[in-house]
């Protein structure tokens, strides 16, 4: 391509108030001279011509194809009824359509469903980042294909910065129908074995008018009733345990309803214990009765009843009972009226002296079976005749005593059972051999009940800490007083905190501390989930997994420590995901309670139609009235309008890649400095003619 360029020496008003002056000048020689001043014309012009320094440009220019680009919806609310598979044919069909266009290079862009599942579908955002190295000129035009659903609509087609067309092909039909739960307030925490309410609304669109709500918690159905639809409705649910309480409210599905995954919203509620109640009785005032206290005490959430027995019944000294300043013991009050009021109850160095009945033993007995915990802890009284394995709690109790004390220094260890167990697993130090942390010195010899495995053991391997369920309750021994002196640092101390909190918290029954479990959370990386499976078996089931609707997958578990095994997996689906392991059930929530995806999910020609139109393109639906989908075809057109009643057109453009360019200077080099001295030579001879003429 040739084409003609000036580079001036100097600036072009220089040039131009030189070009005027030289024009008054030849005015003035026109009228002085007549016609032999055109010579001097051409002589100046010239001089003009060599500044102003013109060249021919001789480009070597490429053409190139304009880019379409044709953004394809793979969000979530495309992901429904017949919606997949018409995205994919149509997208196939416009493939192959592009390729008869030998003026346009196709750029698909596949726009996923967003990481955490609630910012919506955002194809413009996609289309900006995939256009970022496309030149303005090169875009002839835009194809969206989408359910119309779409959160990032630029407000004006000034904004939208692009300009070429904008076509739009929205799948989905008319006439669809839906029924959603939307959840109104949704509480995140509750108190444990307190009431919550949650209020939700069903919506629907094609609908009866009333539908009925199934709720469940822990995968448990709990309750069902019948709602009328487009009106808030309020739920009561009863917080049953620490930890996640999973909350699932279902309504009934439409008969064709456009999908049923909206039909579930899922709560993942976190139970918190308002105040723990416990209940420390100690038989008498001893080193390690402090150590119990402060540990207790130190607990914000721990309501602490204390008492010590300082004066048996026995004792007979002649001491007025008027003049005595000790509080009797309500023993009635405590273990009759309001013994159903605590979390737990402890026995430290608790000798039977007749302080209690046996008919209150056997409250205790009744108060852990329904559900209440006990911890005894022992010491040389234990092995004694007046031992609580005496009395009517032995039929609870997982151990014991053969009437023996041992008195000599060691160091307490962890059984095989104890390094799976949740309360001892990992205890600092238990990693070295022998253990590093100090010497207990006392320990009851006593011998565990079948099926009781200790966790903790002393010298000879004899029974340090056994653990035991009793129908719903659960009962701890702890045969040795001595726990105080890792507290009080005898020897550097021991993980004397880690070791009694854990235990306290496995008797109230912290999720976290089940010998049996299975957990799933969301690991804050997207969509990626962690599962944990907590056994005392040397190996774990595998778990199966099964999403809103897609099928089940078994997921293999890897060894982490001693007794967890764990693996993790991404979640393909937004909502409520089942995990199944043996007897086991878990459940995980995935994304937002109310996904933005699944709340709108009817297909829409309405909103982007005035930004389509805008831009000179159009906005069609796909599926035809006989249910089958029509594709447009495609025009590449150079100006008129770009859309027709079965048509969608592209605007082209001249777009070339310079491959090489020549430059011929035309007022610079010899022949330029031989024309001026031509035209200053004639101009002599002729004016010199001129002047002997006359």
């Not at 100046?44 to 680009?69: F, Y």
């Not at 996923?112 to 035009?141: E, H, M, N, W, Y």
């Not at 010298?459 to 701890?476: C, D, H, M």
């Not at 995990?579 to 709108?600: K, Q, W, Y």
């Amino acid at each position: 391509m040739l084409s003609l360029s000036f580079t001036p020496l100097i600036p072009w008003p220089v040039i131009t108030g030189f070009g005027v002056l030289v024009a008054v000048f030849i005015v003035l020689a026109f009228a002085a001279r007549g016609r032999t001043a055109i010579l001097r014309a051409v002589a100046l012009g010239l001089v003009l011509l060599a500044i102003a320094n013109p060249s021919l440009v001789r480009e070597d220019r490429e053409p190139v194809k304009d880019i379409a680009a044709i953004v394809v919806d793979r969000s979530g609310s495309q992901t429904l009824g017949d919606r997949p598979a018409m995205t994919d044919a149509v997208r196939a069909e416009l493939q192959r359509r592009f390729g008869a266009l030998t003026n346009i290079e196709p750029r698909f862009i596949d726009v996923p469903d967003a990481k955490d599942g609630d910012d919506g579908t955002k194809l413009f955002t996609a289309l900006s980042q995939a256009l970022a190295d496309v030149p303005p000129d090169r875009l002839a035009g835009v194809v969206m294909l989408t359910d119309g659903v779409v959160h990032d609509i630029p407000a004006s087609v000034a904004a939208l910065g692009i300009k070429a067309p904008l076509h739009v092909l929205v799948t989905g039909h008319p006439d669809e129908r839906d029924r959603q739960i939307k959840l109104i307030e949704a509480p995140r925490f509750g108190i444990v074995g307190r009431d919550l309410t949650i209020r939700a609304e069903v919506m629907e669109r094609g609908g009866t008018g009333s539908a009925t709500v199934t709720v469940r918690r822990d995968g448990e159905e709990i309750g069902r009733r019948t709602f009328p639809t487009g009106q808030p409705f309020s739920l009561t649910t009863k917080i049953e345990h620490g930890g996640p309480n999973v909350v699932e409210i279902e309504v009934e599905p439409l008969p064709g309803e456009l999908t049923t995954i909206n039909n579930r919203a899922v709560l993942p509620i976190e139970g918190i214990r308002e105040k723990l109640r416990v209940l420390l009785v100690s038989g008498e005032p001893h080193q390690g009765e402090r150590t119990w206290r402060n540990l207790l005490k130190s607990d914000a959430n721990v309501d602490l009843v204390h008492f010590t027995i300082l004066r048996p019944p026995e004792k007979q000294d002649g001491t007025p009972i008027s003049e005595l300043s000790l509080i009797a013991f309500p023993t009635r009050e405590l273990f009759v009226q309001k013994i159903k009021d605590f979390d737990l109850i402890i026995f430290d160095r608790y000798a039977n002296q007749s302080v209690l009945p046996s008919a209150y033993f056997d409250n205790i007995v009744r108060y852990v079976r329904d559900g209440g915990a006990l911890l005894i802890a022992a010491g040389p009284e234990f092995a004694s005749s007046a031992s609580l394995s005496r009395t009517r709690l032995s039929q609870i109790l997982p151990g014991e005593p053969n009437g023996r004390v041992v008195e000599q220094p060691y160091k307490a260890t962890l059984t095989s059972t104890g390094t799976r167990h949740p309360v001892t697993r990992a205890l600092p130090g238990s990693d070295a051999s022998p253990p590093a942390w100090g010497d207990w010195l006392r320990i009851v010899s006593a011998q565990t009940k079948a099926g009781v495995q200790p966790i903790l053991q002393g010298p000879n391997a004899l029974p340090l800490l056994a653990l035991s369920r009793e129908e719903k309750g659960r009962v701890a021994l702890l045969l040795s007083d001595h726990a105080w002196l890792w507290a009080r640092g005898y020897q550097e101390g021991g993980p004397y905190l880690d070791l009694l909190r854990r235990l306290g918290h496995w008797l109230m029954k912290e999720p976290a501390l089940e010998e049996e479990t299975l957990r799933a959370q969301m690991t804050g990386h997207g969509r990626e989930v962690r599962v944990e499976r907590q056994t005392m078996a040397e190996t774990a089931e595998p778990v199966t997994v099964k999403g809103p609707t897609g099928p089940e997958r078994t997921l293999s578990l890897s060894p982490a420590e001693p007794g967890l095994f764990t693996t993790t997996f991404e979640a393909t689906e937004l909502g409520l995901h089942t995990l199944r392991s043996g007897s086991l059930i878990a459940f995980v929530s995935v994304g937002p309670p109310n996904p933005r995806e699944l709340t709108d999910v009817f297909s829409d020609t309405e909103r982007l139609k005035a930004l389509a139109e805008g831009t000179g393109g159009s906005i069609r639906r796909l599926a035809d009235a006989g249910g089958g989908t029509v594709v447009p075809r495609l025009q590449s057109l150079r100006s008129g309008r770009l859309a027709g009643a079965d048509w969608i057109g592209f605007r082209p453009s001249d777009s070339a890649v310079i491959r090489g360019v020549e430059v011929y200077p035309l007022a610079l080099g010899l022949w330029a400095l031989v024309a001026l001295a031509g035209a200053v030579l004639a101009m002599w001879l002729v004016e010199g003619r001129r002047g002997r003429a006359a």
